[in-house]
């Protein structure tokens, strides 16, 4: 069992930046694919990056690339989100969760789930 807890939502201007922190405790494991999602209203919860426990290789939506950053310290047991050049259009909860099958980032793949982080962008 792994449990997530996120952290570090808030209010941004367009064009702002904003750090996102997940907080993995239980039993993870160098296998496990951890990633971030998001999910606004009306909309449906899609993935926005994900990276590999144990090898740190990174994947991304291409909404997000070249203006977020997936990071983890596997030290810690943390995952982190850097967001920047922030848009209206990423107002949304966001999670953080993990697939313990290491196979697949998509969010019906995922076996745990934090609670989420609010993030707000204002124009």
């Known amino acids: 069992q792994v449990q997530l807890v996120e952290s570090g939502g808030g209010l941004v201007q367009a064009g702002g930046s904003l750090r996102l922190s997940c907080a993995a405790s239980g039993r993870t494991s160098s296998r496990y694919l951890m990633g971030w999602f998001r999910q606004a209203p009306g909309k449906e919860r899609e993935s926005v990056a994900a990276?590999?426990?144990?090898?740190?290789?990174?994947y991304y939506a291409d909404f997000v690339k070249g203006r977020f950053t997936i990071s983890r310290d596997n030290a810690k047991n943390m995952m982190y989100l850097q967001m920047n050049g922030l848009k209206p259009e990423d107002t949304a909860v966001y999670y953080c969760?993990?697939?313990?099958?290491?196979?697949?980032?998509?969010?019906?793949?995922?076996?745990?789930w934090g609670k989420g982080t609010l993030v707000t962008v204002s124009s």
């Open positions: 969760a993990a697939d313990s099958s290491g196979k697949d980032w998509r969010p019906y793949a995922m076996d745990y």
């Open positions: 990276i590999r426990w144990g090898s740190g290789t990174t």
